[in-house]
């Protein structure tokens, strides 16, 4: 700690005797040399002060040194919405939590789960995938989140047919990998179209094994209804732009960085 303290007074000119005329000249230099001496003691009395004050309140005259804080690793957690009793119901009945959801990935038991209503033509979807998602890893990794998705194919007329192709590489085992490679591949500033061709290119690469099969399952009656049932879904419940998540007890609509999802996470974990 410090001490501000007053700079010392300046010290007045002592009353000189009046030297009569004719003096000496030996006479006036002893008088001049006197005060001279007088003004160095003075200030010699008034540092040494100083320095014993000093002393006996531990002081020092460098400057504190300070920690600073960390610096922050996350953006604060953005305002949470205001939530009516249904919305907030909404919210905790989505999870599935299935271990056996091939379009999921993280512990099925984590304590924040972060479900994603996206579209493959979606360029807002793009951004988050390329920018966003790669960020959460670690939180996957270290049992905080899971991740589950949710199609809400309507951008774009390839829109369900991408999604159908996501659903038929989930059947592999190998969604997400067709998701990164997918969302690789795409513009962040357009809206991306696709055609079988494309999908089952997408899928060789994302390592799918069977391309027969993912081809049948891509185009089956069961996975056409799948993908229009989740759009209808998502709209029942209020759902209708993308990307849209909802984490634990909120949600955030439209593209979010990581910093911001992050904290929004860690605010809901420790919840």
Known sequence: MTFSQEPAAA?????????????PP?????????IVLLIIIALLLATIAGILVKRSTGGSSAAPTTTAPPAATTAPAPPAPSLSPEQLQILRDEPKRDPND??????ADAPVVLTIFSDFGCPYCTKFAQETEPGLNDLIEN?????????????TPSSPLAAQA??????????????????????????????????????????????????ADMSADATVQAVAQAKEHAQKIGVTGTPFLMINDTYISGFAPADTVRATIAEQAAK
């Open 143 to 155: 049992g905080t989140l899971r991740i589950e998705w949710r199609d809400l194919a309507q951008i």
């Open 102 to 107: 091939g379009q999921a990935k993280g512990a």
């Open 26 to 34: 030996a006479r006036k230099n002893n008088q001049a040399m006197v």
């Open 166 to 215: 996501g659903i038929a590489a989930a059947n592999q085992g190998r969604f997400w990998e067709f998701h990164d490679a997918v969302y690789a591949a795409a513009d962040p500033t357009d809206h991306p179209e696709y055609t079988q061709d494309s999908l089952v290119a997408f899928a060789q690469s994302a390592g799918v094994p069977d391309i027969e099969k993912f081809k």
């Open 11 to 23: 010290p007045t000119e002592p009353i000189r005797p009046a030297v009569p005329d004719g003096a």
